[in-house]
């Protein structure tokens, strides 16, 4: 029983590159999520999706793009990296907004140099 | 900016002593949930609470929801090593209903 899971765990960009991280999920939940984890920041939502072939931007939408082409994968790109984008990245899906918990991926530990 | 707050940041306690965490929201919630992180793993969820001062309890663990569903508790009597952690409130405002609100969270560090 995977729930939900990211790809890479650990990642170094180069200021400039772009890079994708892919969030699976195999409990056929409809909403899913990217955070992001900073120290004292807690986590803050990058964007989301309301089901497949929907996206909405969260609480820090810019420097990232993402995609839901399956109902299963939700995808976070980076276009441009930039130091600012070193953090750890949650994927989480759920149910529905209100009444289910969200379940999370194990993170990516991402640094830009 | 942030909308839903937790104090303290931090809390450092004895092993068998009490700990307790309060999230404040500056508008009302429809609901309230806690996640718990274990230091370098993800957040699992505890509970949600929905109801004007629900109260839930899960062992050790006493959650509560404020009158107003502005603001929430979690209460741990008697902690353990195994409660260290960053515990979250996250919030669905009743304004906005397509997203949940993480709070800062609140790291707990147990000495044996």
């Known amino acids: 029983n995977a729930g939900v899971t990211q790809t890479p765990k650990f990642r170094v960009l180069k200021t400039g590159q772009s890079m994708t991280l892919l969030c699976a999920q195999d409990?056929?939940?409809?909403?899913m999520y990217w955070y992001r984890q900073d120290p004292g920041m807690g986590l803050r939502l990058i964007h989301y999706?309301?089901?497949?072939?929907?996206?909405a931007k969260g609480e820090v939408p810019d420097g990232y793009n993402v995609s839901r082409l399956k109902k299963q994968n939700f995808l976070l790109g980076l276009e441009s990296a930039a130091p600012s984008q070193t953090s750890v990245y949650f994927c989480?899906?759920?149910?529905?907004?209100?009444?289910?918990?969200?379940?999370f991926g194990d993170g990516t530990r991402l640094s830009i140099l | 900016g942030q909308q839903v707050m937790q104090i303290p940041q931090y809390q450092h306690v004895q092993e068998g002593e009490d700990f307790t965490t309060y999230c404040n929201s500056s508008t009302t919630l429809s609901n309230i949930q806690w996640y718990k992180q274990r230091p370098g793993g993800h957040p699992v969820f505890l509970i949600q609470l929905v109801k004007s001062g629900e109260v839930k309890k899960q062992k050790r663990l006493t959650f509560q929801f404020g009158e107003a569903k502005k603001n929430s508790s979690l209460h741990i009597t008697a902690t353990q090593t195994t409660d260290v952690g960053t515990y979250f409130c996250a919030g669905t405002l009743e304004t906005s209903y397509d997203k949940v609100i993480f709070g800062p969270g609140t790291s707990l560090s147990v000495i044996p």
């Open positions: 999706s309301v089901g497949e072939g929907t996206t």
């Open positions: 989480a899906s759920s149910y529905s907004i209100f009444t289910q918990p969200q379940h």
């Open positions: 409990m056929n939940h409809e909403y």
